[in-house]
Structures are given as structure tokens and as C-alpha cells.
């Protein structure tokens, strides 16, 4: 029996989203904050591709202004040894990846791309699905991962499944993505079925990516190739040339490949994903207790029911509440019913320009 090539896991850890405000923070993203347990998203997505029988040490893609937290969690769980990347300015996931695929010690190696502020629940269904996929990458496709939708989510992008790629038994090409969709075309989209939430994860030829990058987006592959040419090393960490990676175009790998090219495929799972993009997310991945609270912290409910509770320092006390979030920081304090954490983003933003 033939063993499968090692894997070098790319961990894209440069976001700085305020959707987890008052917790997340530009100083301390939501891949770095422990929202589920007792370990970071960061440090998950590491565990993730920890199996030394599949894949090599992984390559992470930061900010520079990250690099100590990084080292730190990595530190905590044993991820020492992977190459660092560190980005001296956003430029979104094209670029940033393109400096891993630039970085690979050989052209045909495999890159599994993933996203750090990623949970994933059940890790077998993950895996079997990227071994299933490797074939395919090998045949230069570009893989990318459906996740089966629970329901007609508004906030992920989809991808509609195309035809089965002969000598694979469960990928097909990907016919075509959408974007964020209203929620009747959400709804028309499950009813017709073929359709995936699409992840934001990939598994490709390092040389198969830069090859559809030189295809279209060629300014973006040149100014990460200069880069990389005049990259500076210390301690291990790789400094690309910050000159010529902020004369990049800002684009994500979606815009700038996915949607263009006509060798992608696409390999349904369902392994317990989810993107912890909101308060609201967190709530439905979270234990519940018998009255369906999801608490993180301290806090004591009385008579009170489907509230997810996060506080970090401060005891928490509620009686007669329903269907509320609350969420505590440091100094503070934020309350606002679920399924409206899609305003904290404007709280935040409110707040930053009265500071």
C-alpha cells in the first residue's frame, strides 16, 4: 500500500476582527482568546495537523505585532519547530499564502491552508476527508472544503457543487461560488441541495497555487516573490521585504483564484465547523446547562434561560432573563439580546470613537 505524501500545514493567523468584542481585540484577536475551553482557537487549529504520520511542522503566516502571543501558544502545546511568516502589513489571504507556497522547500509539496480562528469538533471526519483529497491535489487541482449547511446561513459564502472528478470517490469540481447570500436565496439554495458552506480551508500544490496566481492575479505573485527574494531571517522567523509586500494587491484567495480558475474541486464534510464569527455562534457550539445556558466563567442563573454568559474575571448574577448575551472583560461590561450580536461590530466601533 502506497503512503501518502506528508502535508505542510499553512496556518493563516493575521485577522484582527472586532465581531468578539470586548474579548477580541486588534492587540489580541479571537484565534489567540480561549472561547471554547481551555485552549485558543490558535492553539486547536495546531493540535489539528499534530499527527507527525501526515504532516510536517506547519508553516504560520501572522502579523508581526503577534509574534510573542504566537510563540507563547505554540510554546504551550508542544508546536515548536514550524516556520514563521510574519507579515509586515494585511494583505489579505492571496498574498499570504502565496508567501507559503513561495517558502516551500519543494514545488510539488501539499499545503493544507487553514484558517486559525476555526473550530472543528470532529477531527476524524476532517482528516478522512483530507485524505480522501490528496489525490486530487496531487493532480493539480485546487481543493477546498464544503461543509454540509445546518441551515440557510446568511454569513458564509457557498459553493455549488459541479460533476464527480473521475478516480475519486467524493470529490467533484466546484461549479461555482456565491457570495454571502440574502436569506431566500439561502433558503433556495438548500431546497435545490448541491450547495456547501464554503470554509475558507484548501489543500493544493504549492506549485499549483502560484501557477494560477501567475494565471490571474500576476501582480500579487510578483510582489510576493520580491519579497520573499529579499527577505530578511532572524531567529528563525522569516521577515519578507515589507517594501514590496505592501506593493501587493489586498485580495482574498477567493477573488483572486478560486473564483477564476477552472480546476477547483470541492470535498463535502461535516465535521462539526464552525467560524465563531459571533456571540451568537459561540452559543450554538457552547455546552448548554439544564436550562440552556451557555456559561463560561462564573455566573450563577436563577430562573433564567438560553443566555449565553462569558466572563472572564467578574462573578456574574442574573434572575428572570431569557435569551440574552452578556459578556464580560476586564472593565467591561457588554449585554444585548441573541441574535443580534451581528451589532456588536458598530458597539465597538461606536465606543472606539468616543475613546
Not at 122 to 131: D, E, G, P, T
Not at 254 to 265: G, H, K, L, Q, T
Not at 317 to 331: D, Q, R, Y
Request: overall charge negative.
Amino acid at each position: 500500500m502506497q503512503q501518502n505524501p506528508l502535508i505542510t500545514p499553512v496556518i493563516l493567523s493575521g485577522g484582527s476582527g472586532t465581531r468578539l468584542w470586548p474579548l477580541s481585540t486588534p492587540e489580541k484577536p479571537k484565534q489567540f482568546l480561549n472561547l471554547s475551553g481551555p485552549l485558543s482557537m490558535f492553539q486547536l487549529t495546531l493540535q489539528r495537523c499534530a499527527e507527525q504520520s501526515l504532516y510536517r511542522k506547519p508553516v504560520i503566516v501572522g502579523s508581526a505585532r503577534h509574534i510573542e502571543i504566537m510563540q507563547e501558544q505554540m510554546q504551550e502545546v508542544g508546536a515548536t519547530g514550524g516556520e514563521i511568516i510574519l507579515e509586515p502589513c494585511p494583505r489579505n489571504t492571496a498574498p499570504a499564502i502565496a508567501l507559503a507556497a513561495l517558502a516551500a522547500k519543494n514545488p510539488a509539496d501539499l499545503l493544507l491552508v487553514m484558517p486559525s480562528d476555526h473550530i472543528i469538533k470532529n477531527l476524524a471526519a476532517f482528516q478522512k476527508s483530507v485524505l480522501a483529497s490528496i489525490p486530487v491535489a496531487q493532480s493539480r487541482w485546487l481543493m477546498t472544503f464544503g461543509i454540509e449547511p445546518t441551515g440557510p446561513a446568511t454569513g458564509y459564502g457557498y459553493i455549488q457543487e459541479g460533476d464527480a472528478i473521475v478516480g475519486s470517490t467524493r470529490s467533484l469540481s466546484a461549479k461555482r461560488f456565491v457570495e454571502k447570500p440574502n436569506l431566500e436565496n439561502a433558503e433556495k439554495m438548500l431546497a435545490e441541495g448541491g450547495y456547501h458552506w464554503n470554509a475558507g480551508i484548501f489543500l493544493f500544490r504549492a506549485d499549483s497555487y502560484l501557477a494560477a496566481m501567475e494565471k490571474y492575479s500576476p501582480e500579487i505573485l510578483v510582489a510576493c516573490r520580491a519579497a520573499m527574494d529579499s527577505q530578511q531571517t532572524d531567529k528563525g522567523i522569516c521577515h519578507p521585504d515589507p517594501d514590496a509586500f505592501a506593493s501587493a494587491p489586498s485580495d482574498s484567495i477567493d477573488y483572486a483564484i478560486m473564483e477564476r480558475s477552472d480546476r477547483v474541486a470541492v470535498t463535502p464534510v461535516n465535521p462539526g465547523w464552525s467560524d465563531v464569527g459571533s456571540w451568537d455562534a459561540l452559543f450554538e457550539i457552547s455546552s448548554k446547562d439544564e436550562q440552556s445556558n451557555a456559561i463560561i466563567g462564573k455566573a450563577v442563573t436563577i430562573d433564567s434561560s438560553n443566555n449565553l454568559i462569558h466572563s472572564d474575571a467578574l462573578e456574574v448574577a442574573v434572575h428572570g432573563v431569557e435569551n440574552l448575551i452578556i459578556v464580560t472583560h476586564e472593565n467591561k461590561v457588554m449585554i444585548l439580546p441573541r441574535g443580534q450580536s451581528q451589532n456588536v461590530k458598530k458597539i465597538a466601533q461606536t465606543l472606539e470613537g468616543e475613546g
